[in-house]
């Protein structure tokens, strides 16, 4: 069984209650979801929370819409995911990131499937990045998430799930799946009010006529509007990781 979990919390520090704010009338995360649901891939979707109080608007959500939620640990968020996946006894674990409205169930399906090509340990997009900010997809053996959950010890090992693994290319069999054009500087996750602003509009212009459309409708839409790209182009990709490197010196330090 694949088991895709969708990671998403409600207290985002530089954009509160990110997940839940209404894109054309219905939450960002709902989007993601309905988005992700086109997977020929994957078996199981499960949103991954908090047990924070925080996160009792998330859980409210995913109950309203008949979608299957598991709340675990707020910062070690590699418990979260294994004790999840402890419940559904996946084969591969598929990490997604609520913060991704953009995500591309075509990409994801890639991803998988070059993962069970290769036979993997663990694959993703991400190792060098080519595709936009926004649409990264990571699978892993289940058994390899245990053996990250039982030996991480950083806090960035542990809020940032596959860390462990994927910083070890000696210990495991590494995939990565690139797109034919590096892609990477585009940015399609929603972390600022800019991010979002650029979201919406992008969905503004083509929800309406195309709920299932796909990067290459963004693609094609930011040729026609390049401007567009500017909104948000100020941001670094993965932020939040080099603040958890950070900590890791802290942490050290205090050994």
């Known amino acids: ?11 985002s520090s530089r954009l509160p209650g ?11 995360l709902l989007h993601q979801i309905e988005r992700l649901s086109n997977s020929k891939m994957i078996d199981k979707l499960v949103v991954a929370t908090s047990n924070n109080i925080s996160d009792d608007a998330i859980e409210k959500m995913c109950t309203d819409n008949n979608i299957e939620i598991f709340r675990g640990d707020l910062e070690n968020v590699l ?16 990490r997604l990131t609520g913060d991704c409205p953009l995500a591309d169930w075509q990409v994801v399906d890639q991803v998988i499937q070059c993962h069970l090509d290769g036979n993997n340990d ?25 053996e990250a959950w039982k030996k991480a010890v950083l806090p960035s090992e542990k809020e940032h799930v596959t860390y462990y693994i994927n910083q070890r290319p000696n210990d ?18 929603v972390d600022e009010p800019e991010d979002f602003f650029f979201v ?3 969905y503004q212009d083509l929800y309406e006529s195309n ?15 390049p401007e567009m790209t500017q909104i948000n182009d100020k941001f670094n990709r993965n932020e939040g990781l080099i603040k958890a490197i950070d900590m890791d010196d802290k942490f050290l330090k205090n050994v």
């Open 79 to 94: 418990d979260r995911f294994y004790q999840c996946a402890k419940l559904y006894n996946p084969d591969y674990v598929v």
């Open 122 to 146: 663990y694959t993703s997009n991400c190792f060098p990045p080519t595709y936009p900010d926004g649409l990264d997809v990571e699978v892993v053996k289940r058994e390899v998430l245990e």
């Open 18 to 28: 990110k997940v839940l704010k209404p894109i054309l009338g219905k939450p960002m």
């Open 1 to 11: 069984m694949i088991l895709a979990l969708l990671q998403a919390r409600y207290s």
């Open 211 to 225: 709920p299932l459309f796909t990067m290459y409708d963004v693609l094609n839409l930011l040729k026609e509007y």
């Open 200 to 202: 919406d509009k992008v």
């Open 172 to 189: 495991f069999q590494i995939g990565n799946f690139e797109h034919s054009q590096d892609l990477s500087e585009l940015r399609w996750t």
